[in-house]
């Protein structure tokens, strides 16, 4: 069956450090992936897409790869700051624009 | 960019009754929108497809006659939940496409979320 892990533990590291986080998928073959941001009791709000052909995609202190060969993107957010403090969410498209998305970390960033 | 608004944001009703869920669009038109439910602590689970103009296609293990979806025009589906139970409280969110950026990405915009409380 289809799947999307992220790491389910909370992500705590210092301010000015960057952040590191995983997704992994299995019997999946995504055109493409995307990342969105959680903040509690709101929706998920869109950060970044990369496609299957791209390799890195960055926006401004976000960065993110995608590894079709390991079924894995990596979301980093450099020189983080306590105001990064989020759930981040990877989410792959299926058919119909259908978003399956992964069970989030929680990053917190502290001072 | 493009907003999504939903109403009620937070809905306390009682075992049995019925609670309707309004997604808009507010500066584009959407044919389709996505309805999500997202249990604390877990990931948002999408529920249903809904097809302005047609019917809804709902997920695996989702039911229809539970869960009404009518998408009568370009910025606004409503999802009402019916005879409602406490196990139906969750945190439900709604989502349209859209493009995203001078690349115009595709992604999706989400509305804020509804809580419902089932007592």
């Known amino acids: 069956s289809q799947k999307i892990e992220q790491n389910s533990e909370a992500l705590n590291i210092q301010e000015g450090k960057t952040a590191t986080l995983t997704c992994n998928y299995t019997?999946?073959?995504?055109?493409?992936l995307q990342w969105y941001r959680q903040d509690p009791g709101r929706g998920p709000v869109f950060l970044l897409l990369i496609r299957e052909n791209e390799k890195e995609k960055r926006k401004e202190r976000l960065k993110v790869t995608f590894d079709t060969t390991l079924k894995q993107s990596l979301f980093h957010i450099t020189a983080s700051q306590p105001a990064d403090s989020a759930t981040y969410l990877c989410a792959l498209t299926g058919g119909g624009n259908k978003l399956t998305f992964g069970t989030g970390t929680q990053l917190k960033v502290e001072l | 960019g493009a907003v999504v608004s939903q109403h009620p944001s937070r809905v306390i009703c009682k075992s049995g009754t019925s609670v309707k869920i309004e997604c808009r669009s507010l500066d584009f038109q959407a044919t389709t929108m996505f309805w999500y439910r997202q249990f604390p602590k877990q990931s948002l689970m999408l529920m249903a497809t809904s097809n302005e103009g047609s019917k809804a296609t709902y997920e695996q293990g989702v039911e229809k006659d539970k869960f009404l979806i009518n998408h009568a025009s370009l910025t606004l589906s409503t999802l009402t939940v019916t005879s409602a139970h406490p196990e139906d409280s969750s945190f439900y969110i709604c989502?349209?496409?859209?493009?995203?950026?001078?690349?115009?990405?595709?992604?999706?915009?989400f509305g804020p979320g509804t809580r419902l409380l089932v007592l």
């Open positions: 989502s349209a496409p859209g493009t995203s950026g001078r690349g115009g990405q595709e992604t999706q915009y």
């Open positions: 019997n999946y073959s995504p055109a493409y």
